[in-house]
């Protein structure tokens, strides 16, 4: 290991996932190892994830230092998700986290979960200032960088993206996504689905209700499922392409579980190929939540002195991205990006 390396370990709690990742200040991720919540029925409950998230992870600490080579002793912090997330959720990963920093000894380093997506996507695939189009369960919204912060553009009003299809795959007993979009393939017909984009503000309650609806009245599942990928991606792909417009930036990065989307991916291909800027999307390795991207962002954290006492790292489920400064945006490029 380089004198100068510095090796943080990560912890992502913020809802089903609990991911410990261990990574280096050379941009390398050396652990990245995740264990998911799945409940018998219905979404996620917060409490139940929370039981599992303290069962399973001595298990997983121990795998990540495994399959790593690291010992606990060469860590030079503590990363961790502080949100936003679920509240018991976010407290089993905070709690595991100043355990290890009191008991090595070493900085403790509070982490946006949005911030650490977009971070994960610019070190895997190299783009240096993107348009981002976050895109998950629990999130959704387009942001890129300004004055020292990733600035919102627009986001949803109610839920995200991912839990609109989601709800709709539980509902009409399909499963989750990919399965919506698998079956929306075999598609035919077309329904008009709610369209809401309000100025660069996307809601998607009104579609997910219509989309049940149609089905409840006797629609073909094809074809509902077609025409809610559709209503949903082309709204997403239309609010980044007037962020993109508007910044006149030449590259655009998705990042999130819904990332993994053929069909959405498709469109907004199409359309950056319009403004001759380049589609970046993270691997599918770090699209959903994992603790890779906690511990790569508190790498960047610690380079830049980003850290917090115990008595400061409290959880904040409504943690927003725009509120973190990314002082490390201008400053460490050439050492970790290089």
Known sequence: MPKDEKIVLGIESTAHTFGVGIASSTGKILANVNSVYTPKSGGIHPREAAQHHSQIAPEIIKEAFKVSGVSPSQLEGIAFSAGPGMGPCLRVGATIARALSLRLNIPLISVNHGVAHIEIGRLTTRCRDPVVLYVAGGNTLIASYKDGRYRIFGETLD??????????????????????????????????????????????????????????????????????????????????????????????????????????????????????????????????????MIAWTGVLQLLTNQTVTVEESRVKPRFRLDEVELMWFERVWDITYS
């Open 159 to 292: 839920i995200a993206a991912g839990n609109c299809l989601d709800v709709f795959g539980i509902k009409a007993c399909i499963g989750t996504m990919p399965n919506p979009e698998i079956r929306a393939r075999e598609g035919k017909k077309f329904y008009y689905l709610p369209y809401k984009v309000k100025g660069m503000d996307v809601s998607f309650s009104g579609i997910l209700t219509t989309a049940l609806k149609l089905l409840k009245e006797g629609a073909r599942l094809e074809d509902v499922c077609y025409s809610l990928i559709e209503t949903v991606f082309s709204m997403l792909t239309e609010v980044t392409e007037r962020a993109l417009a508007f910044t006149e930036k030449n590259e655009v990065l998705i990042v999130g579980g819904l990332s993994r989307s053929v069909r959405l991916r498709e469109m907004v291909e199409e359309m950056v190929k319009l403004h001759d800027a380049r589609l970046m999307i993270v691997p599918q390795e770090y699209a959903g939540d994992n603790g890779a």
